[in-house]
């Protein structure tokens, strides 16, 4: 059975620092990843997705992929009280049409 | 454009009742997906959609549960005899395609209580 697994936190960072998210897999086969955000009340939304090795920037946001270790983050410069949120992490196989989401871990950015 | 829209956002019953949630994808998407969330969980996976073909029911969880499509397009829930442990919140998401690196997009999901 694939597994994506994250620490549910709380992840409690200070403004202006750098958050980092872990997420772990264990289907070597996969090959695409994906960061939704997920407010309280709210549904997910897609931050970044990454397929190759090594980072990927988007602006405050970066992911990070080592398939090798089969993990993937998600660094978060410079956070925001507004960062604050639940991250998910999902991870799909090649050919696949259904990504496996982990529970997500809780970000909390205190001012 | 419009993204994905869900209807009703919020929805009440009584257990035994029947209930319709319903989803208008992205115009153009082929892929639906059903999901469902309970408080403090992750997302579970109930149906894909390719078109009007569901290929994968493999987590809707009993045979309360079906769902279809119809023109492509528009997709409905709908779950049978409801029981209180069916309270959550259902969220469905549209794709281009489908496929690997494909991005989900999702609706506000309809808040499901089963008293």
């Known amino acids: 059975q694939k597994e994506v697994e994250q620490n549910s936190g709380p992840l409690s960072v200070p403004e202006g620092a750098i958050a980092s998210l872990n997420c772990t897999y264990s289907d070597r086969g996969s090959q695409s990843f994906f960061w939704y955000r997920q407010y309280s009340g709210k549904s997910p939304e897609l931050i970044m997705f990454?397929?190759?090795?090594g980072d990927k920037e988007d602006g405050r946001f970066t992911a990070q992929l080592n398939k090798a270790s089969q993990y993937v983050s998600l660094l978060i410069r410079d956070s925001q009280p507004s960062d604050s949120a639940t991250y998910l992490c999902a991870v799909t196989s090649g050919g696949s049409y259904i990504p496996t989401f982990g529970r997500g871990t809780s970000l909390i950015v205190h001012p | 454009g419009a993204g994905v829209s869900q209807s009703p956002s919020n929805k009440v019953t009584e257990k035994g009742k029947d209930v319709e949630l319903r989803c208008d994808p992205i115009s153009g998407h082929t892929a639906l997906y059903w999901y469902r969330q309970s408080l403090g969980q992750g997302l579970e996976f109930l149906i894909y959609f390719q078109g009007n073909s569901a290929p994968d029911k493999s987590g809707l969880p009993s045979d309360r549960f079906s769902a279809e499509r119809t023109g492509g397009s528009v997709s409905t829930l709908t779950i049978q005899r409801t029981q209180q442990e069916d309270s959550a919140v259902y969220l469905c998401?549209?794709?281009?395609?489908?496929?690997?690196?494909?991005?989900?997009?999702f609706g506000p999901g309809t808040r499901l209580t089963v008293l």
């Open positions: 990454i397929y190759s090795n």
């Open positions: 998401a549209s794709s281009l395609i489908g496929q690997g690196a494909d991005t989900q997009y």
